[in-house]
């Protein structure tokens, strides 16, 4: 897809989204959601739910459920979480969960469990706020043999680029299921950030995790569309010297980490300027070339831009 398309389909699923609450709020008298009181999950302060309580989906043999939560992160930024589970029973679930044009969550396969499962969740932290409108999800044989509409809840970021410090970020934490059965735990932070000093502006790509196995891509790679769209990611093939985590998923190109320390690595380069660019992918892969996608989110980026 096109930037310009990528933009006009992110703004009109925004402007839906946005008039499909105002409607309903003139209607009900109510906000977007259930009130959540002060539930904290990841780093999330859960103020609203939908759908509350939880919708589930079973058809096929396949049976989960599913919410999303908003409220206002721990550091003082909005959140959005999407949340979902596979009940007892339930082979492993391919579920895609959307809003329009924007992958809410993407994921290979739910994994399944005997007793009662843990959740699967995946929170965005941001500045901005959070709409409630209809998503669709489909779940089944390529996630698109059977689909639920629901009710749910969309970030709009709106981050400053001219700031002297911004990010956006985004948090996986559960198990999924590759395609031969065997379960990947995820439990990991990445986001992009800028820092502006004296000396400039510093863009900062990163991947954060209390586990650094996690981290050095030997379990999973993180291809990020961002990686397309910096000339130092447009590398052609993968070293085989190069390690870390980080992919350009266009050509596959490992990105080579410019810092690490224990449970951390970064890309950092210097930028003259900034743009902000949402509706960017994040994929969750296999190791090694052609690996399987195990997970897709949205995750926009802080890129160099023209001054």
Known sequence: MTDL???????????????STLVAAAQEGVGP?????????????????LPAPPAEAREGGFAFVFESLGGTAVDGRACTVYRLRNLAGSPP?????????????????LARCRDECPWFEVARYFDGGFV???????????????????????????PDAGARAAGVGTEIVGTVS?????????DLVVRSRLERGAEGVVLV????????????????????????????ADAGEARPDAVGPFRAPATG?????THAAAGEVSVRLPAGAVIYRDGLALEVREPGPGGAVLL????????????
């Open 5 to 19: 398309r990528r933009r006009s389909a992110r703004a009109t699923t925004a402007v839906g989204l946005l008039l």
């Open 33 to 49: 959601g259930a009130p959540a009181g002060t539930a904290r999950v990841l780093e999330c302060l859960v103020a609203e739910r």
């Open 93 to 109: 679930t391919p579920v895609r969960w959307t809003a329009g044009s924007e992958v809410l969550v993407d994921v290979a396969a």
């Open 132 to 158: 409630g409108g209809e998503t669709r999800v489909g779940y089944g044989l390529n996630a698109d043999s059977f689909h639920a509409a629901s009710p749910g809840l969309v970030a709009l970021g709106f």
């Open 178 to 186: 590759d395609a031969e059965g065997n379960e990947v735990a995820l």
């Open 205 to 232: 790509y990163e991947a954060l995790a209390a586990d650094p196995s996690q981290l050095d891509g030997s379990r999973f790679v993180l291809a990020w569309e961002a990686f397309d769209l910096l000339a130092e």
């Open 253 to 257: 190109a490992v990105v080579p980490v």
């Open 296 to 307: 897709t989110v949205t995750l926009p980026a802080f890129l160099p831009g023209s001054r």
